[in-house]
């Protein structure tokens, strides 16, 4: 991850390449924007259409169904969206793509609406009833085989397990609870037993999702008993996004603790300031956030840390900013993903006067950036010289270079031609703010 803007590029679905273009197929693309709950729910549509006799293509001109599965936390993502929407509109006049089909958060929001009207979309479906997809593309409609405990593609040597949907927070700025709706969790079986056939069938890698993982909970269990039991039976794990109010002491413990589980947290606090994270409904203040680092600095040394922050939510002043900017200091991130703050219609913050100029929502969120820069490349830093074992995500591109994690969840990458799902020994070599560079040892593990 990069201290950075999340970006909002479509997302490679898959490792799976989709196979060989048959002129003579049904066709179907399917783009995804955002974020990896929406990766995973395009594993599921990739199954309705696979099963609908659907052969996959890359490209919207070699489609005649072309599915959007969008995105909608921040405006630029809906930006984009309608730039894809027109580049379809175009290639339907020209005969090249037959039917457009718009998902996700976009979908459930009021404004898909007046896209639908303006580009003529043909099925629009919000994040609560994609099974429908199911019918328009010639299944019958089951709305039990389609529903979020329908694993995604299997057999991957990386799965995201759906372990619960929706929210129960009310963040000012989120337009979340409103697109997915309230938390549901999965049941405990259900979630492990998905995650022993993904293993069963090659899975080297569990990714437990949810938009606030350690809230799930089910007939007593809470989330570090669900952790530690797939811990148990997948060989590498991880999970996010957290929320800092559910993040107990003992999920942080068994994290240091558990082999198998990445030493990497993704705790997202969107301010260093006690006034602000009462303006956007956190439910904590900065000093408890603060004692949760202590207790996973402790426990995972080593590790890994990120975190979520928003500039410029309206009534952020200086004095709040400057606060932000200690946080990130005592907190030392190895990265985060740093948003300017976007107003979303139909969330409190929307509608909340003093807003932040702009030009000064560049300045703090540079700031912000130069600091968990700074931090991390003088973490990074500290890993230079050592061996790792690595994990190889991604097999080596044109330069060479795999991309592959530590166990202490650090982004590396190296010199080697090892596939993907395997584990490579490696000399850390030379580091920057976002990254490792390393060469293989020779040693396959
Ligand atoms: N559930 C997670 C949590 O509570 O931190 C976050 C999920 S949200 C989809 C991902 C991130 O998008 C948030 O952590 C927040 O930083 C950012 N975000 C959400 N709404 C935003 C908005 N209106 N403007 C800017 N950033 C926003
Ligand atoms: Fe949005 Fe996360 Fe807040 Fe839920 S907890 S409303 S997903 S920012």
Known sequence: MSSTTKTTTPIPLSSKRAGRFDPKAKTACIRTFGCQMNVHDSDRIRRMIQDAGYAEVQ????????ILNTCYVRENAVDRVKGHLGELNRLRREGRVKRVALTGCIGAAEESAALRQTYEIDLVLGTHNTYELAEFVGLPTMQETYTPELPGTEGGHNAFVTIMTGCNYQCSYCIVPTVRGRMVCRPMESVIGEVENLVAGGTGYITLLGQTVDAWRHEGKRFCDLLEAVSESAPRVWFTTSHPSNMEDRTLNAIGERDTIVKRLHLPVQSGSDRM??????????EKYRRKIEVFREAAPDGTLSTDIIVGHPGETEEDHEQ?????EDCAFD????????????????????????AVVQRRFLEVLRQVEQNAFTRNQRKVGGEEEIYIRHGSTEDGKAIGETWSGHAV??????????YVKVRIESAGPHVLY????????
């Open 413 to 422: 990458h190296v010199n080697t031609d090892a596939a993907p799902g395997t």
């Open 324 to 328: 932000t900017l200690r946080l990130v």
């Open 59 to 66: 490209r919207y001109e070699d489609a005649d169904l072309v």
């Open 277 to 286: 994270l009462k303006v956007m409904h956190r439910g904590y203040k900065a």
């Open 335 to 358: 990265s985060a993903y740093i948003f300017k703050f976007s107003p979303r219609r139909g969330t409190e913050a929307a509608s909340l006067p003093e807003t932040v100029p702009d």
């Open 438 to 445: 390393a060469d293989e040892t020779g040693t396959r593990a």
